[in-house]
């Protein structure tokens, strides 16, 4: 029986994914690689790892079936957006260690960019996006800037620009020895360098950056055959035919194929997407405009999307900095041991804050501590923090869209918490929906691969795989809903204007 792969390159792991044609998880391997924080405010990631981890999770992923190569028809790629490496074209080597999209190290740069002719407006009616620490663009230009010679070896074409979908696409079809040099205009829009419009690089603003255009990759769609996996691995000559950023395959993989279905991932961060159609939403209230996805020649599809730093993350924070759990699963019985917060708010602004405040002045914080408060109100206040943030975006998009959001679909490596499944319900006011596969990150980019390749025959296979697995109903007093928040909110503010 023939299946498709998919290679998803996240912010903590890297995983290989087998799907049969219901989209059912055929087999999984999945390996953690370092995260690198050199000073405060920075994350790194070695990106010669994360490539040596796709290899092994790609071939642990078909021994553990019993496949080989011939059983896979097409392999799809997603990735961690944004995250920025630059290596040598010639040598296949990095010439830094990737900037990871948390990494706010841009913060004077953005200053600047800010200063020039048409400020933070040129940015968002071009791009989408606002100019932020957060995106590809500048962290490039801080490459160039701070590696000893890179400004001369990339205006001498030497050097190559990609986010990880591109570098694991370069390595996959050969690297040196002939990799094709692309990316899909999911990624393409989180850089601040395309055009939404026509998706293409905007050649004023990559110069304005002192980005050389022959750095940047081939925009090609999102679902299309892009080259075959040269490498003589066990993939080997199997096409590569999807590429979506991991937060728009996710979107893909949940079925939100018809404007006004979104969903949110918990992971590392929290990301909402809402499909808008093939309409372009520019937002009043603080969220990004992007790409969602363009299925070859078809019409681009666009998305409204709120993008939360931490969530997930905080729950690691708690883990590695603190100790006060061992695994990422025991803060559900920590926060269980008491009723409520206790009073205490975690403000978790380590990168600053994204949607929909993009202060990046801001640092994290945690207020209403009292004699009263223990480690289990610390767990509640942390897993909280992750509903309320996804609360404030959610009330922007309805604010953006005028249409209130009816249910959210969910999925990532939180939803497994029932508690906070269940306080997100509770603080949203609406039903919370996990489908069976949670893992519709990497199903998303298998459905862009195997729709390419005649695998499933339209997006309609993908409707009719999706299945229900659990509903959260909100049951909580309206007064006490509005409470809790109307105190979060206050907690927010006492974060900003912290970084001098
Ligand atoms: N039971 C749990 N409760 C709360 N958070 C969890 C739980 N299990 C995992 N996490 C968090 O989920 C995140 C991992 O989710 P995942 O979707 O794999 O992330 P990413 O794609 O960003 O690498 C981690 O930040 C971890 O702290
Ligand atoms: O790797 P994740 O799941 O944390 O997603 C990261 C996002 O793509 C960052 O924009």
Redesign the pocket.
């Known amino acids: 029986m023939p299946y498709v792969a998919a290679v998803d390159q996240?912010?903590?792991?890297t995983r290989a994914m087998i799907f049969d044609h219901s989209g059912r998880v055929v087999s999984s391997e999945q390996r953690e690689h370092e995260q690198i924080f050199p000073q405060a405010g920075w994350v790194e990631h070695n990106a010669g790892e994360i490539w040596e981890n796709t290899r092994r999770v790609t071939a642990d992923a078909l021994a553990k079936a019993d496949l080989r190569g011939s059983d896979i028809v097409a392999v799809g790629v997603t990735n961690q957006r944004e995250t920025t490496l630059v290596w040598d074209r010639t040598t296949g080597e990095p010439v830094h260690n990737a900037i990871v999209w948390q990494d706010t190290r841009t913060n004077k740069i953005i200053e600047e960019l800010g200063a020039l002719g048409g400020g933070q407006e040129r940015y968002r009616a071009k791009t989408g996006l606002p100019l932020a620490t957060y995106f590809s663009g500048p962290k490039i230009k801080w490459i160039l800037d701070n590696v000893d010679g890179a400004r001369e070896r990339a205006e001498a074409g030497e050097l190559l620009f990609g986010n990880m979908d591109t570098w694991l696409l370069w390595n996959m079809t050969g690297g040196t020895d002939g990799g094709v040099h692309v990316t899909d205009p999911t990624n393409a829009s989180r850089t601040l360098l395309m055009d939404l419009d026509t998706l293409n690089w905007d050649a004023g603003i990559a110069s304005d950056m002192g980005i050389p255009e022959s750095m940047l990759p081939e925009i090609r769609s999102s679902s299309e055959e892009y080259g075959q996996v040269r490498e003589r691995g066990v993939l080997a000559g199997v096409p590569i035919a999807g590429i979506l950023g991991?937060q728009q395959a996710a979107t893909f993989g949940q079925a939100c194929l018809s404007p006004g279905e979104a969903k949110n991932t918990?992971?590392?961060g929290n990301f909402v997407l809402l499909n808008t159609g093939t309409e372009k939403v520019m937002s009043e209230n603080g969220l990004l405009t992007t790409v969602c996805y363009k299925i070859g020649s078809n019409e681009t599809v666009y998305a409204l999307e709120g993008a939360i730093a931490v969530t997930?993350?905080l729950?690691?924070w708690l883990r590695d900095n603190l100790g006060m759990i061992s695994t990422?699963?025991e803060?559900?019985a920590l926060a269980g041991t008491v009723e409520d917060n206790g009073g205490a708010y975690f403000v978790p602004a380590f990168s600053g804050l994204f949607a929909p405040y993009w202060r990046s002045d801001a640092r994290g914080a945690i207020l209403g501590l009292t004699r009263f408060v223990n480690k289990g109100h610390l767990a509640r206040a942390v897993?909280e923090a992750t509903a309320y943030q996804t609360r404030e975006v959610i009330e922007a998009m309805n604010a953006d869209s005028g249409v209130p959001l009816k249910s959210l679909k969910v999925d990532?490596?939180?939803v497994?918490?029932e508690l906070?499944m269940q306080f997100q319900a509770d603080i949203l006011g609406v039903p919370v929906i996990r489908p069976v596969v949670s893992e519709t990150t990497a199903l998303g980019s298998a459905y862009a691969a195997g729709l390419a390749t005649g695998f499933w025959k339209s997006e309609d296979d993908i409707r009719n795989n999706w299945a229900q697995d659990h509903e959260w109903t909100p049951d909580m007093a309206e007064s006490r809903r509005d409470a809790l928040y109307r105190q979060w909110k206050k907690a927010v503010t006492k974060t900003f204007d912290w970084v001098e």
């Open positions: 996240g912010t903590t792991s991991d918990y992971g590392t997930g993350a729950v690691q990422a699963g803060i559900e897993l990532g490596g939180m497994v918490n906070l």
